[in-house]
């Protein structure tokens, strides 16, 4: 399969290592030509166990490729946006993914399968997806949450406990169902469960896994002060 990555910083650098690493091809975009050029010559922005040899793996056998222009992703069956979401002051900002998606709405050069890996608020990716088929009916937005922490991303995302893919509609048929199936071939290598599920029932799935990961930590911490 043929898959676009949007962004190359923390989350869109392992996406892209571990997909190609099971024998998709990538191509990973990202408008900073500095850390594009620097990923070409393996020389990562990030520091991560695993992830050097999995890039370096990638560039060798072809399967990984690193661009700042948009028409290089044409050819590919998705796109995957994988950009930031905090503000200067460390905040949750959903702008820049909504202006990544929309911008790659209005191009209809470019693949009409969105995938969003970004982590959003409930009820961010179906406005999301609103405001893209306003631009263009035939898009079709999907939510891919990722489940990975610092220092065990590659594997996190290699062995993982599931894999959650939100699409609305997935149970209708049409394009919401041949998206839902695209990425569930996407992940069989992994031979992990797949739940399919609409577009906010995966954001809140995220936000609660993060919510409880912090609670887990606060109790620990606590524990440690008594």
């Not at 028409?71 to 949750?92: H, N, P, S």
């Not at 699409?167 to 049409?174: P, W």
Request: proline letters at 4%.
């Amino acid at each position: 399969m043929h898959i676009a990555i949007v962004g190359a910083g923390y989350v869109g650098l392992v996406t892209a290592a571990c997909l190609a690493h099971i024998e998709h091809d990538v191509v990973c975009l990202d408008v900073d030509a500095a850390r594009i050029e620097h990923l070409r010559e393996g020389v990562l922005p990030v520091h991560e166990p695993g992830l050097d040899e999995l890039v370096s793996e990638g560039l060798a056998n072809e399967r990984l490729r690193f661009t700042t222009h948009y028409e290089d992703t044409r050819e590919c069956d998705m796109i995957v946006v994988c950009v930031g979401t905090l503000d200067a002051d460390e905040e949750w900002n959903g702008e820049i993914v909504r202006a990544a998606v929309r911008d790659l709405a209005a191009d209809r050069s470019l693949p009409r399968q969105i995938v969003i890996r970004s982590t959003l608020l409930p009820g961010t990716a179906r406005a999301i997806a609103a405001e893209v088929a306003d631009i263009d009916e035939d898009v079709v937005v999907a939510h891919n949450p990722e489940f990975t922490r610092e220092a065990t991303a590659v594997s996190d995302f290699l062995d993982p406990d599931r894999v959650v893919i939100g699409v609305d509609g997935h149970d209708e048929g049409g394009a919401a169902t041949d998206l839902a199936e695209a990425l569930r071939e996407a992940y069989a290598p992994l031979d992990t469960p797949v739940v399919v599920t609409d577009l906010t029932s995966a954001e809140t799935i995220k936000v609660a896994s993060n919510v409880f990961l912090a609670a887990k930590i606060t109790f620990a911490n606590e524990i440690s002060r008594i």
